[in-house]
């Protein structure tokens, strides 16, 4: 999150509830890259949304510009958080042959780093 804007770096689909990168069940799977595709190009209008008043929340609590949430939506639909932390992997070092449509969404997640960086140098 960067001052109370979610974004989505990552979307890791396992068979196992231990999920850690990189996911080595996402490389071989077209089904789960396009379900994390698609999560990405629908973020704000679809998790960000149900989870709004949650993710405010953390960040009113968390009193930080920046930090990562490492979490999930339960089958029911409720938020679980898994870690929270002001220092998280946030990269771009995917191969883009195998995940094309990651570049566009670090972009995003880049740039408003960027401009949180620029906003508190001033």
């Given at each position: 999150?960067?001052?109370?804007?979610?974004f989505?770096c990552?979307?890791?689909?396992?068979?196992?509830?231990m999920?850690?990168?990189p996911?080595?069940?996402?490389?071989?799977?077209?089904?789960?890259?396009?379900?994390?595709?698609?999560?990405?190009?629908?973020?704000?209008?679809?998790f960000?949304?149900?989870?709004?008043?949650?993710?405010?929340?953390?960040?009113?609590?968390?009193?930080?510009?920046?930090?990562?949430?490492?979490?999930?939506?339960?089958?029911?639909?409720?938020?679980?958080?898994?870690?929270?932390?002001?220092?998280?992997?946030?990269?771009?070092?995917?191969?883009?042959?195998?995940?094309?449509?990651?570049?566009?969404?670090?972009?995003?997640v880049?740039?408003?780093?960027?401009?949180?960086?620029c906003?508190?140098?001033?």
């Amino acid at each position: 999150m960067m001052h109370g804007q979610p974004f989505l770096c990552h979307m890791g689909i396992s068979d196992h509830w231990m999920v850690h990168y990189p996911y080595s069940e996402m490389i071989p799977s077209a089904a789960r890259r396009l379900e994390e595709e698609q999560l990405m190009d629908a973020f704000n209008e679809t998790f960000a949304q149900r989870h709004q008043a949650a993710l405010a929340a953390i960040h009113q609590k968390i009193q930080l510009d920046y930090f990562g949430l490492d979490c999930a939506e339960s089958i029911d639909g409720d938020l679980v958080i898994f870690e929270v932390a002001s220092a998280m992997l946030v990269h771009a070092m995917d191969d883009p042959a195998i995940f094309p449509y990651k570049a566009v969404q670090m972009r995003k997640v880049f740039d408003a780093f960027r401009n949180t960086l620029c906003r508190c140098s001033q």
